[in-house]
């Protein structure tokens, strides 16, 4: 079974682990400089990373992120529905091969040879991001462009939430396909379905998955930052924070949104500074609920455990779909 599934796979194997093997020489033959160049310069840094190591980096995360999807959508969905829907599972079922072991064949080289890659990858993209990430977490830069780890933007592409990503979307793609029978409609649901699990993970699960932080603080002529997310937003100073919400309190400590006399003030043209200290003499407060940069493994590891048992679940789905619906 394991050669004969071999056969099947080998392909689509080989071309994700020729470019995978590709792009990590590349990312080794470019990746030294930088934590050379952070101990060298301190807060510099910024100002001497170069456009194509900028390039590098956001490539990289994307390539990470994207992975997970692809290989649910090419690796998974066509799993079992390529055999379901031209009928070779019954010649392979003849041949004395039980249902559960032929089953067990194909995910335990498929899966594996998928969180295996995915796993690759992302250790190569996280050891060479790994000088910017920490410039971010502890404000030695880099700065415009550059996005801190713990963000729901970047999150995805480090430590060791891509590799729950790929398990889950394997054995989601896997199911459909059981449930299905059909390769081209399974792999449009795996898409469909693996992009909302990974949106409601990144904005209602994951900052619950840890307690966060929560502050209350005076809005002053110095923390005030301006409008974001269409209310005020305030620097607390903590360096690759990832703040979930800001809410703005007037001075009963009722919530209240955007007060009219903060665009009074921008439209007379006084300055953010002069602007803050109007509100600060009005007695407003800001209310944050944010992760500090510490938080990024905790984090992480939560995420993965879910992500895991998730796959847990989806394969045992696809198993028992196999055995008794599957004729």
């Known amino acids: ?3 004969l599934t071999w056969r099947q796979f080998r392909t689509q194997a080989i071309v994700v682990y020729t470019a995978l093997a590709g792009f990590a020489g590349v990312l080794l033959a470019t990746g030294p400089h930088l934590p050379r160049l952070h101990a060298a310069v301190g ?29 649910g959508i090419f690796w998974g969905a066509p799993l079992v529905a390529r055999e379901l829907e031209a009928g070779t599972h019954r010649l392979v079922w003849n041949q004395t091969v039980t249902r559960t072991r032929w089953l067990a064949a194909e995910f335990a080289l498929a899966g594996l040879a ?20 920490q410039a971010l977490d502890d404000g030695s830069g880099p700065g415009p462009g550059f996005i801190p780890r713990l963000s729901p933007m970047m999150f995805d592409s480090r430590g060791v939430a891509p590799i729950g990503y790929a398990a889950f979307a394997f054995a989601l793609g896997a199911a459909i396909g059981v449930v299905v029978r059909r ?11 693996f992009a909302g699990v990974e949106t409601a993970m990144s904005m209602w699960i994951r900052p619950h998955l840890i307690p966060p932080t929560r502050v209350t603080v005076p809005v002053t002529a110095d923390n005030l930052q301006g409008l ?39 439209q007379s043209g006084a300055g953010i500074r002069r602007c803050g200290a109007e509100l600060a003499r009005q007695g407003y407060q800001q209310e944050a609920t944010y992760h500090l940069a510490g938080h990024f493994w905790p984090l992480q590891w939560a995420q993965t455990g879910l992500l895991l048992a998730l796959a847990v679940l989806t394969t045992g789905l696809c198993f028992w779909w196999t055995r008794r619906h599957v004729s």
């Open 1 to 3: 079974m394991i050669w």
């Open 114 to 133: 998928a969180v295996a890659a995915t796993g690759l990858l992302t250790l190569a993209v996280s050891w060479w991001c790994n000088p910017i990430d």
């Open 183 to 193: 390769t081209v409609p399974a792999m449009a649901a795996t898409l469909a379905v």
């Open 43 to 71: 807060s510099s840094f910024v100002q001497l990373v170069s456009g194509s190591d900028y390039d590098l980096y956001l490539c990289g995360s994307l390539l990470v992120r994207a992975l997970p999807a692809v290989i």
């Open 228 to 266: 974001r997310n269409g209310g005020l937003s305030v620097d607390l100073g903590h360096h690759g924070a990832w703040f979930v919400s800001q809410q703005t309190l007037d001075a009963a400590g009722r919530p209240v949104p955007v007060p009219p006399s903060f665009f009074d003030c921008m």
